[in-house]
C-alpha cells in the first residue's frame, strides 16, 4: 500500500509532463514560422547554414504545411 500514491504520483507527472512538452513544443513551431531568426538559429543547431532563399523555401513550406506533431490531419489519414 505505500508504494500505491508514489506510482501514482510519477505516472501522473509522466503524463503531464508530455502533455506540457507537447504544448510548448506546438508554440515554438508557430513562431518559428513566423520569425525568420528563430529558423536560422534552428537551422544553425542542426549544422545547416542557409541562405536567403533557402530561408524563403523553408517557411513557404512550414507555411503550406501547417500539420503539427500531434495533430491529425482531416480524413483520418486512411488511404483507399
Known sequence: ???VIPVITLIVGLVGG???GAFY???QMEKM???PEMLQKVAKQMGYN???RQM???QQMMKNNPQLP???KPGGG???
Open 50 to 52: 542557409l541562405n536567403n
Open 56 to 58: 524563403q523555401k523553408a
Open 25 to 27: 513544443l506546438r508554440k
Open 70 to 72: 500531434g495533430k491529425k
Open 1 to 3: 500500500m505505500q508504494y
Open 33 to 35: 514560422q513566423s520569425d
Open 78 to 80: 486512411k488511404r483507399k
Open 18 to 20: 508530455f502533455f506540457i
